[in-house]
């Protein structure tokens, strides 16, 4: 009987220990620099890095001189339900039936979680629709050169599917309120989540970003915080966005 108690016991701590690991590695990735002299222009596109938490996304004006959205994400350009036009696009990557099943984190099945973990799933972008959204420590601003800008941009189109001449991408409806979901490409897996998605793009444009950033706190450790007036800029912990 003792015999067995022990082995159940170490049983048990794998997954314990398998995550200790997983957040280790996690932060040792995240704390690992990419473009580290990067510095922020006084003038430029600003964006924003948006967290709840556990999910970051990349906030983007509708129109600006590099990009317009409206003809990316056709939603873009449709009022929302207040009859406001978008001033904003809020990109997040992330599995898709998770995005498209699972209304808040309670509701995420066990079988799901264990699917994701062992073998992935498809990817899939949820676009949010804001009208001028402040600047907190759930938004921080960024402002980007135009040429870095650019970047950001081609690296998200590239998460979308091409299209065929005449072509319109399918969406499908969001949980999340006003919100729309475009077919992406790329598969979500432990090592590739929706936070190493917006570590990477970010970094693809040239900011300075961890290597490796499975974790919302990964990201938004390497984005000051908006200052508060006459305060200098901090980093802070991250919590919860509104749209």
Known sequence: MTRWRRWLAGLLALPCAALALFLLAAWIGSSLPRNPDWTEPAEGVTIMVETNGIHTGIVMPVISPV????????SAG?????GQLPTHVAIGWGEKEVFLSTPTWSDLKPATALRIAL???????????????????YHRPLTLRPAEYARLVERVEAALPPLAPGETRVTYDSF???ARNYDATGRYTLANTCNQWVGDTLAHAGIAMGRWTPLAGGVMKWVPEPAAPGQPASGATAGKASS
């Open 78 to 82: 449709l009022p929302r339900a207040d």
């Open 119 to 137: 073998r992935g799933g498809e990817g899939l972008v949820r676009v949010g629709h804001y009208v001028r959204p402040a600047p907190s420590e």
């Open 67 to 74: 990009k317009d959205w409206r003809a990316t994400f056709p």
């Open 176 to 178: 999340e309120e006003g």
